[in-house]
Nanobody
Framework: QGQLVESGGGLVQAGGSLGLTCKASGIILSTFWSSAKNWYRQTPGKQRELVATITSSGDTNYADSVKGRFTISRDNSRRTIYLQMNSLKPEDTAVYYC????????WGQGTQVTVSS
């Protein structure tokens, strides 16, 4: 079965940066190429939030709260999705999940990002 695994989370001071990586396995390359890719985040007591999207053509969209600070990218040949997070704020603290959109949605297990003030 296909799966996604996130890595790169951790503890960082406000104003710092972190880069998240999501590696896909068990997913054929054509499926990965054609799928939109997303990063979500979820904080205890708060609903899941769509943070960033990259389409199969490479177009990106971001939540207003992260626009200008976060960058989503992907390497299709490596079946990898990235989220570069700069100028981090305590409000960015959450578990971050990567996601592939399709007839079957794939989700990672999440990686914790904690931003201290």
């Amino acid at each position: 079965q296909g799966q996604l695994v996130e890595s790169g989370g951790g503890l960082v001071q406000a104003g710092g940066s972190l880069g998240l990586t999501c590696k896909a396995s068990g997913i054929i390359l054509s499926t990965f190429w054609s799928s939109a890719k997303n990063w979500y985040r979820q904080t205890p007591g708060k609903q899941r939030e769509l943070v960033a999207t990259i389409t199969s053509s490479g177009d990106t969209n971001y939540a207003d709260s992260v626009k200008g600070r976060f960058t989503i990218s992907r390497d299709n040949s490596r079946r990898t999705i990235y989220l570069q997070m700069n100028s981090l704020k305590p409000e960015d603290t959450a578990v971050y999940y990567c996601n592939l959109q399709g007839s079957t949605d794939y989700w990672g297990q999440g990686t914790q990002v904690t931003v201290s003030s």
